[in-house]
Each structure stands twice: as structure tokens, then as C-alpha cells.
């Protein structure tokens, strides 16, 4: 299957991909800044960034605080690395970018994503009431956000349907519940130990 997406003659080579990088990294800040940059989707963008922060911080349990930050931060680091393998593999990609890199700066991916499976892990600690909101989070994202998100041009589907997301955004959410409850345990297992 490799054989089939080669771009050079001969395989490339550590050096070669390093240019190309730098050379699409210059272009897409070129782009960027004909482009993106002061444009309503971009000040749209801005304004989801800070009005997200915001929220996460009026709402934060603040008795919580390392561990719900822990929380946000994971979703976050997830949530882009699984937007950048898509984007990668050309499954999408993002025509309106909030700064020009890699992977593509989404107001969506670095805060309103993460805060609200955050949100939601704190709310909503039983399982049946996590699993009932976490549904309906993934079909509003999947079904609502995504599609305004390609109406408005933010968002391009190459090789993606917008219910690919659907399971993708709850197995997220259940990971994280999943991990987070895990690190909550080592962390008290230890502090009773330190005692």
C-alpha cells in the first residue's frame, strides 16, 4: 500500500522531509496570513477560545483543581493528536486557522472540546448519568457542530462522514473518565501512603 502514496522517485529522505516541512509550514503561514488572519471566522475562532477558558474557569470545581486540570489537559492532548492523524491521513482538514501550525490550531480542538468533556466529568460522576451526557455530546458535536462548523467554512470533509465522529467523541469521553478515575486512585493510594 506505501508504494501507491510515494511522492518521490526513491523514498524520501530524512533531510527531504524536513524540507518539505519547513517549505509547508512557510506556505501555510503565507496562507494564513492572506487568508485567515483578522477574518470573521478567525475573531469567531478567537471569541470560542476565550469564552471557553472563561466557562471552564467559572465553572471549574476549584476544590478540584488538579485533577480536573489534569482532566482538560488529557482531553486536550487527545483530542488534537486524533485531529491530527485525520487531518494527516486527509480524512479533513480546516480551511480557517487560529495561528498557522501543526497540528491545525482549532479553537475547537484546544478548548471547546476539552472543556466540555471536562465539564461533563465533573457534573455527571455516576456512570449512567456520564454515559446519558456523553451521548448527547457526541451527537451534538457530530451532528450539530460539525456540519454548522462545514457550513460556515471552517471545517472540510475529505474521506469523513460526520457519524464517523459519533462513537469516536464517546470512546474519548469514556477514556478519559477511565484514566482520570485511575490517577485520582494512584494519587490518593499515595497521599494515604505519605500519612
Known amino acids: 500500500m506505501l508504494d501507491k502514496i510515494h511522492t518521490f522517485p526513491t523514498s524520501a529522505t530524512d533531510e527531504q522531509i524536513a524540507y518539505t ?13 492572506d487568508t485567515d488572519f483578522l477574518t470573521w471566522g478567525w475573531w469567531l475562532e478567537l471569541g470560542v477560545l476565550i469564552v471557553s477558558v472563561t466557562i471552564f474557569w ?7 483543581l488538579f485533577e480536573l486540570t489534569y482532566h482538560v489537559i488529557s482531553a486536550g492532548v487527545i483530542v488534537i ?8 491521513l486527509g480524512l479533513w482538514y480546516y480551511p480557517v486557522d487560529l495561528i498557522p501550525v501543526f497540528p491545525p490550531a482549532t479553537a475547537f480542538d484546544y478548548t471547546l472540546l ?15 448519568r456520564f454515559l446519558m451526557a456523553t451521548l448527547i455530546m457526541a451527537g451534538v458535536v457530530a451532528f450539530l457542530m460539525e456540519p454548522m462548523a462545514h457550513r460556515w467554512g471552517f471545517y472540510e470533509l475529505v ?3 460526520y457519524y464517523y465522529g459519533f462513537p469516536v467523541y464517546i470512546a474519548i469521553g ?4 477511565l484514566v482520570t478515575e485511575k490517577m485520582k486512585a494512584i494519587v490518593a493510594k ?6
Do not use: H
Not at 516541512?21 to 496570513?33: G, H, M, P
Not at 467559572?58 to 478540584?64: A, E, G
Not at 476539552?114 to 449512567?128: D, F, M, R, S
Not at 499515595?190 to 500519612?195: D, L, M, P, R, S
Open 114 to 128: 476539552p472543556v466540555a468533556y471536562t465539564l461533563i466529568y465533573q457534573y455527571c460522576p455516576k456512570w449512567p
Open 159 to 161: 474521506k469523513w462522514k
Open 81 to 88: 493528536w486524533l485531529d491530527q492523524v485525520g487531518f494527516e
Open 174 to 177: 469514556i477514556f478519559l473518565k
Open 58 to 64: 467559572k465553572l471549574v470545581d476549584k476544590k478540584r
Open 190 to 195: 499515595q497521599q494515604a501512603v505519605a500519612k
Open 21 to 33: 516541512l519547513r517549505e509547508l509550514s512557510y506556505a501555510r503561514i503565507d496562507n494564513w496570513l
